[in-house]
């Protein structure tokens, strides 16, 4: 698998492939009965299992495993079928002692008693504090329990074509109404040239759209889950992007990662691209020749507000079953915050890391030679400092990413408004909790 789709499956981890991870839910959800495991060492040698779909991770377990010889670790990728290898796995008892496991579906595994809770361990609630804090309040469910620990993180950015906006004269969009004004001048100038494209099938980018704009899709309290996927600030964003559907101003005909986008981005058919840290190696490894003219600012605003948004990302949590915890702790520990291991995942699988002390890292603080030699992560590091800590995914949240592609490739084909997707994905998440007799209402 090329870097490139990998990185696109990372976004799916937490969004197309929400099968059933490891989301980020900040509230503990009603039917999980895990409890604290035990944190004794085993006594002698012990061999733990790591499954995940991250390239390269076979050389950073054994970077591990040259280093701790009576802990050693076995890796197995699972990209083809990451969430049904799991699945299948649990059902069967035989699930790993880790796992990774996309934000996005960490409350829906829980439900499903899934994981256990390595609180018992010291080192494992002590490693709060050496992650970014919105990373762990996904993780942590209110601070119930530790059940996984952040690996790797999407928080979200602008990356536009210079030499296009220098060329029509346009200014850097600040905010989102600046982006749409950009938008009329370029189609306006050049009727073949969009700003961006509208990708009908890609529900999770779009969450992070709505997670940038503070539109919360669930809370939890008084013994239920209260959804509020059709709230007014995500009407607001679904209005928005409906204009500029409705204006032509944006494309609708490309699906994210296809030759058809690149294409589109080779022929300068297309001025922006709203992306995630991952992104950076997509543009790169596919349009080598546009070297030096790309570069990435802050994603607009709604406006004077500074939140921005996160599309992607995993955890690795500690799995149903798990009879080493200790020993588990101290290598997921270790593997998402150590600085040595943190540069490889970065260098092989290109990860952006969770851990505050990934941030620090040396290839995150040069300049990028195909972004003309810009200090690109100094954005995504600022993103990811305002991204809202509150935000929570659903325990069903597969469901509802399906009600919502469903109904955007309706409303972008002309059938409906996008604001009808949010309502669908409102009925879906209801409908599907009842099923599953998980308390739900819907919230204001």
Same mark, same amino acid.
């Given at each position: 698998?090329?870097?490139?789709?990998?990185?696109?499956?990372?976004? &799916?981890?937490?969004?197309?492939?929400?099968?059933?991870?490891?989301?980020? /839910?900040?509230?503990?959800?009603?039917?999980?009965?895990?409890?604290?495991?035990? /944190?004794?060492?085993?006594?002698?040698?012990?061999?733990?299992?790591?499954?995940?779909?991250?390239?390269? #991770?076979?050389?950073?377990?054994? *970077?591990?495993?040259?280093?701790?010889?009576?802990?050693?670790?076995?890796?197995?990728?699972?990209?083809?079928?990451?969430?049904?290898?799991?699945?299948?796995?649990?059902?069967?008892?035989?699930?790993?002692?880790?796992?990774?496991?996309?934000?996005?579906?960490?409350?829906?595994?829980?439900?499903?008693?899934?994981?256990?809770?390595?609180?018992? /361990?010291?080192?494992? &609630?002590?490693?709060?504090?050496?992650?970014?804090?919105?990373?762990?309040?996904?993780?942590?469910?209110?601070?119930?329990?530790?059940?996984?620990?952040?690996q790797d993180t999407g928080? #979200?950015?602008?990356?536009?074509?210079?030499?296009?906006?220098?060329?029509?004269?346009?200014?850097?969009?600040?905010?989102?109404?600046?982006?749409?004004?950009?938008?009329?001048?370029?189609?306006?100038?050049?009727?073949?040239? @969009?700003?961006?494209?509208?990708?009908?099938?890609?529900?999770?980018?779009?969450?992070?759209?709505?997670?940038?704009?503070?539109?919360?899709?669930?809370?939890?309290?008084?013994?239920?889950?209260?959804?509020?996927?059709?709230?007014?600030?995500?009407?607001?964003?679904?209005?928005?992007?409906?204009? *500029?559907? !409705?204006?032509? *101003?944006?494309?609708?005909?490309?699906?994210?990662?296809?030759?058809? #986008?690149?294409?589109?981005?080779?022929? !300068?058919?297309i001025a922006t691209y709203?992306?995630?840290?991952?992104?950076?190696?997509?543009?790169?490894?596919?349009?080598?020749?546009?070297?030096?003219?790309?570069?990435?600012?802050?994603?607009? &605003?709604?406006?004077?507000?500074?939140?921005?948004?996160?599309?992607?990302?995993?955890?690795?949590?500690?799995?149903?079953?798990?009879?080493?915890?200790?020993? @588990?702790?101290?290598?997921?520990?270790?593997?998402?915050?150590?600085?040595?291991?943190?540069?490889?995942?970065?260098?092989?699988?290109?990860?952006?890391?969770?851990?505050?002390?990934?941030?620090?890292?040396?290839?995150?603080?040069?300049?990028?030679?195909?972004y003309n030699d810009e200090?690109?992560? !100094?954005?995504?590091?600022?993103?990811?400092?305002?991204?809202?800590?509150?935000?929570?995914?659903?325990?069903?949240?597969?469901?509802?990413? *399906?009600?919502?592609?469903?109904?955007?490739?309706?409303?972008?084909?002309?059938?409906?408004?996008?604001?009808?997707?949010?309502?669908?994905?409102?009925?879906?998440?209801?409908?599907?909790?009842?099923?599953?007799?998980?308390?739900?209402?819907?919230?204001?």
């Amino acid at each position: 698998m090329s870097r490139t789709i990998r990185r696109i499956r990372l976004a &799916t981890v937490a969004a197309t492939a929400s099968v059933a991870v490891v989301a980020g /839910c900040s509230s503990p959800a009603p039917s999980d009965k895990a409890s604290a495991a035990s /944190c004794t060492p085993a006594k002698g040698k012990v061999t733990l299992q790591y499954w995940n779909t991250v390239p390269g #991770m076979d050389q950073v377990v054994a *970077l591990w495993n040259k280093k701790h010889p009576n802990i050693r670790v076995e890796t197995k990728n699972i990209s083809n079928d990451q969430y049904g290898a799991l699945g299948n796995a649990l059902k069967a008892g035989k699930a790993p002692e880790l796992a990774q496991v996309g934000y996005d579906q960490l409350p829906s595994l829980r439900t499903q008693n899934a994981f256990v809770d390595a609180s018992a /361990c010291s080192e494992a &609630t002590a490693a709060e504090s050496k992650f970014v804090p919105w990373t762990w309040s996904q993780t942590s469910f209110g601070g119930t329990g530790v059940f996984a620990l952040p690996q790797d993180t999407g928080p #979200m950015a602008l990356y536009l074509r210079r030499d296009i906006f220098k060329k029509y004269g346009l200014a850097i969009p600040k905010t989102w109404e600046e982006y749409a004004a950009d938008a009329q001048k370029l189609h306006k100038a050049d009727p073949n040239l @969009s700003m961006t494209f509208f990708d009908p099938n890609n529900a999770e980018w779009f969450n992070g759209l709505l997670w940038q704009n503070n539109a919360k899709m669930y809370s939890y309290s008084d013994d239920k889950w209260h959804v509020t996927v059709e709230s007014a600030q995500s009407r607001q964003v679904a209005e928005y992007w409906q204009k *500029l559907i !409705d204006d032509k *101003l944006v494309r609708t005909d490309l699906a994210h990662g296809s030759t058809q #986008m690149y294409t589109a981005y080779q022929k !300068d058919r297309i001025a922006t691209y709203v992306g995630a840290a991952w992104g950076y190696s997509m543009f790169r490894d596919n349009l080598p020749k546009q070297a030096g003219k790309w570069a990435i600012v802050p994603m607009p &605003t709604w406006g004077s507000s500074g939140a921005s948004g996160d599309w992607g990302g995993s955890t690795v949590a500690f799995m149903k079953g798990n009879k080493h915890l200790y020993e @588990s702790v101290k290598f997921n520990t270790w593997l998402n915050t150590d600085p040595e291991a943190l540069a490889l995942e970065n260098k092989l699988g290109g990860l952006y890391p969770a851990a505050r002390a990934g941030l620090e890292l040396p290839a995150l603080s040069k300049g990028v030679p195909y972004y003309n030699d810009e200090k690109i992560f !100094d954005v995504f590091a600022d993103s990811s400092r305002h991204i809202d800590t509150r935000f929570a995914w659903g325990p069903t949240q597969k469901t509802v990413n *399906l009600a919502l592609q469903d109904a955007m490739a309706k409303a972008a084909a002309g059938n409906g408004p996008l604001t009808d997707a949010l309502s669908a994905a409102q009925a879906a998440a209801l409908k599907s909790m009842k099923e599953q007799a998980i308390p739900a209402t819907a919230g204001k």
